[in-house]
């Protein structure tokens, strides 16, 4: 099953606190992670971390590419420090997992 991008980037603001499972971000704010999201992968891909397409992100590497993004977006939001300490350690995770993948 494939995860759009848009479900990616709802998902990273969840993670960073920002947005509820239940409500809805505003559709600039969509547009602005997902733009993180694009730049983050052709980081990635140019680093030869990832090998596959944006549009076809294996499942295994949802999460890890979540964690990625949280992390990547994190100033651009108005979280505790608290919450960015935990958000590293996650990306680093992240980072091992999908260079595993």
């Known amino acids: ?3 759009s991008t848009t479900e990616i980037a709802n998902k990273a603001l ?22 993180s999201l694009n730049d983050l992968y052709n ?6 971390i990832v090998s596959w397409d944006l549009d076809s992100i294996p499942d295994p590497a949802v999460g890890p590419i979540v964690s990625e993004l949280a992390w990547h977006i994190r100033d651009v939001f108005s979280i505790p420090d608290s919450k960015k300490v935990s958000l590293l350690g996650a990306q680093q995770q992240a980072r091992a997992d999908l260079q595993a993948l």
Do not use: C, E, H, P
């Open 1 to 3: 099953m494939t995860v």
């Open 14 to 35: 969840v993670r960073i606190g920002v947005k509820t499972f239940d409500n809805t971000a505003d559709a600039a704010v969509i547009a602005q992670v997902k733009s």
């Open 43 to 48: 980081l990635l891909y140019a680093r030869d």
